[in-house]
């Protein structure tokens, strides 16, 4: 039986050839490249490559695929919008996001916001230095904050309030509320999910909260 991920995975190709390429990489921001039938994508400041006649979805600078939740969010990007939208230019929590944002938040915040304070709550200074690494510009929100262009049309903010002996450390996660137009539900909630384990992992070390 096909575990849930390979099952994404082969409806995010066949969604995906529902659609034309033309209007993908104009409503999405990506380049195409119709002699090669192959999608250029920009994703935590790398560049993949969707290749439509060979199904394959690989980094460009190395040749090598993703771990599979990651090639999944590049097809959903590619393939879920139905009209042209534009970002916002706003931030909001995921509990304000349509369809499922408020009910899906605990297990969000338990997984993603929970994660981010023990790694960065009383280290700030290396959350801009691992920010960095995935394209994250410092902005001025909280004690220190980044904003992410995690794919053109779907940028995040991540904010830290650093903790000490009296208050505790706290952490959120922005989005722009347009990303309902982007992604559904359950691959906002990934796509944060994903940019918290990245930041996690470059941390140089997790403490208690």
Request: hydrophobic share 45%.
């Amino acid at each position: 039986m096909k575990s849930n991920y390979r099952v994404a995975f082969d409806k995010g190709w066949q969604d995906l050839k529902q659609k034309q390429p033309a209007d993908i990489a104009l409503h999405m921001q990506v380049q195409y490249l119709p002699g090669k039938q192959q999608f250029i994508v920009p994703f935590l400041n790398e560049n993949y490559i969707v290749d439509l006649a060979k199904e394959t979805l690989v980094r460009e600078n190395d040749g090598e695929m993703p771990e599979i939740s990651a090639a999944i969010l590049v097809l959903h990007y590619l393939s879920f919008f139905q009209s042209a939208a534009e970002v916002a230019g706003k931030w909001v929590s995921l509990k304000e996001i349509p369809n499922g944002g408020m009910l899906f938040y605990p297990a969000f915040h338990k997984d993603a916001i929970c994660g981010l304070i023990k790694a960065f709550g009383h280290q700030t200074g290396a959350f801009l230095e691992c920010a960095a690494i995935l394209g994250g510009q410092p902005v001025k929100a909280g004690d220190v904050a980044a904003w992410f262009p995690v794919f053109p049309k779907t940028p995040l903010r991540v904010v830290l309030w650093e903790g000490d002996e009296e208050i505790s450390a706290n952490a959120t996660m922005l989005f722009d509320p347009s990303i309902e137009h982007f992604l559904h539900i359950e691959s906002v909630i990934a796509l944060g999910e994903y940019l918290a384990k990245r930041l996690i992992k470059l941390a140089p070390q997790t403490v208690g909260c």
